[in-house]
């Protein structure tokens, strides 16, 4: 099994910065891509950002060049900035099988408990 934690979630106003994190645990977490997913009230969840296994980086448009995947060791970050009010919900982190090579649902095998995210 994969264990994943986030943390860092909170309030801030329109333009706010927010870093969270989420620890991966489990003897197969290498196995999988890890990545960002989110989701706002009465919407579907959406892929927000993944790292591949390559290493390249995948992220969601309406959050290029404002939010940052990074990894270090076994936590998965995501470093957001100029954030708006859209950008609220709750944000889970994810272990998905790397030969997904879109960012979206598609066989998502964990999912961390969600931490949420608001702007206002």
């Known amino acids: 099994d994969v264990q994943l934690v986030e943390s860092g979630g909170g309030s801030v106003q329109a333009g706010g910065s927010l870093r969270l994190s989420c620890e991966a645990s489990?003897?197969?977490?290498?196995?999988?891509?890890l990545g960002w997913f989110r989701q706002a009230p009465g919407k579907e969840r959406e892929g927000v950002a993944r790292?591949?296994?390559?290493?390249s980086l995948r992220y969601g448009d309406s959050v290029k060049d404002r939010f940052i995947i990074y990894k270090d060791k076994n936590t998965l970050y995501l470093q957001m900035i100029s954030l708006k009010p859209e950008d609220t919900g709750m944000y889970y982190c994810?272990?998905?099988?790397?030969?997904?090579?879109?960012?979206?649902?598609?066989?998502?095998?964990?999912w961390g408990q969600g931490t949420q995210v608001t702007v206002s």
């Open positions: 790292i591949d296994s390559d290493g």
């Open positions: 489990g003897y197969t977490v290498s196995s999988y891509c």
């Open positions: 994810a272990a998905q099988d790397c030969a997904v090579q879109a960012l979206g649902m598609m066989d998502v095998h964990y």
